[in-house]
């Protein structure tokens, strides 16, 4: 499996990016995808998550109401649209593949993506 994150970049507080990973290796249809976030120093977390098959969707407080986790199976593509960006947004984000969305525990994911930096400038 691998995982290939992208669009992550510098943007103002109040701005937006798309982040995209692309997913290759196996079907897919059975897992979830998740994306975490590692700021320096701090843990990584949890952002959102969205199973395959199905499309159902969970979210970190944090990202409620600001960020949207999507996927086109044609593509085999997860991508999280992140809206009124905040300065404590700023951290590498990572994809993640694992079994079920709604688990937010990072050691519970099987396969990650290289990570991609996102810088909000307030």
């Known amino acids: 499996v691998q995982l290939q994150a992208s669009g992550g970049g510098l943007v103002q507080a109040g701005g937006s990016l798309r982040l995209s990973c692309a997913a290759s290796g196996r079907p897919f249809s059975s897992y979830a995808m998740g994306w975490f976030r590692q700021a320096p120093g701090k843990e990584r977390e949890f952002v959102a998550g969205?199973?395959?098959?199905?499309?159902?969707?969970y979210y970190a407080d944090s990202a409620k109401g600001r960020f949207t986790i999507s996927r086109d199976k044609a593509k085999n593509t997860v991508y999280l649209q992140m809206n009124r960006l905040k300065s404590e947004d700023t951290a590498v984000y990572y994809c993640a593949l694992g079994r079920r969305a709604y688990l937010r525990d990072p050691k519970q994911y099987d396969y990650w993506g290289q990570g991609t930096q996102v810088t909000v400038s307030s």
């Open positions: 969205i199973n395959w098959g199905a499309g159902t969707t």
